[in-house]
């Protein structure tokens, strides 16, 4: 089955600088990459996605880029505000089946 | 849309107990996943369900679990004889169809404590 590593585990900037979160998947022919926020508490919410045909999305401060050769996907947050502070996670699925979840990120912005 | 409702929100069980986690998926939405998150932990698949059928159950412990979504009303998540390590959040999550690129949506999760 899919198997998603997601580094670092933990992640502390200062306001105002960029964070960025790696993930690498096993499965080649994984073809959707969502990520998830978590805040304390509540439930992950959707922060932003891509498909295996785009290589970068961008949404305002958030930006997902993706390298299908090497299997890896990362998080790029810009201008890091204190409300960024959370869990990321990342995922992968491979064809129409589950999503398999990376161990997650805790992002802390440092005022 | 309400989104994805569980409850209880939180649920105490002793040992032995039984445990049923509720699930409504958003309106429209006919595929339902549940998850358990362990403290400082991810997410873990356990099942995905669509309405009357159980598609991948490879995440569900072999004994003592089970679920379903029925025809009408929320899927269930059954837990029997809980012990102290079923304590977690589970979280249940929906999406309109089964896509490659279709977005899941989770609901807030229940609390189980088994004392």
């Known amino acids: 089955g899919e198997n998603v590593e997601q580094h670092p585990s933990t992640l502390s900037v200062q306001e105002g600088d960029s964070a960025v979160i790696k993930c690498t998947y096993s499965?080649?022919?994984?073809?959707?990459f969502p990520w998830y926020k978590q805040e304390l508490g509540k439930r992950p919410q959707l922060i932003i996605d891509?498909?295996?045909?785009?290589g970068e999305k961008k949404d305002q401060r958030i930006a997902v880029t993706l390298n299908k050769t090497a299997k890896h996907f990362s998080l790029h947050i810009t201008e890091t505000q204190p409300e960024d502070s959370a869990v990321y996670f990342c995922a992968a699925r491979f064809g129409n089946e589950k999503l398999t979840f990376g161990t997650g990120t805790r992002l802390t912005i440092i005022p | 849309n309400a989104g994805v409702m569980q409850n209880p929100r939180h649920l105490v069980r002793r040992r032995g107990q039984e445990a049923r986690l509720r699930c409504s998926p958003m309106?429209?939405?006919?595929?339902v996943y549940w998850y358990r998150q362990l403290p400082e932990e991810g997410l873990k698949f356990m099942v995905y369900l669509q309405k009357e059928n159980i598609i991948d159950e490879s995440g569900m412990p072999k004994e003592r679990f089970s679920a379903e979504f029925p025809k009408e009303g929320p899927s269930i998540l059954r837990i029997q004889q809980v012990v102290r390590g079923d304590s977690a959040a589970y979280f249940c999550?929906?999406?309109?169809?089964?896509?490659?690129?279709?977005?899941?949506?989770f609901g807030s999760g229940t609390q189980l404590s088994v004392l």
């Open positions: 999550a929906s999406c309109r169809n089964r896509g490659h690129d279709e977005k899941l949506f």
């Open positions: 309106k429209g939405h006919s595929h």
């Open positions: 891509i498909r295996s045909n785009v």
């Open positions: 499965d080649s022919a994984s073809n959707y």
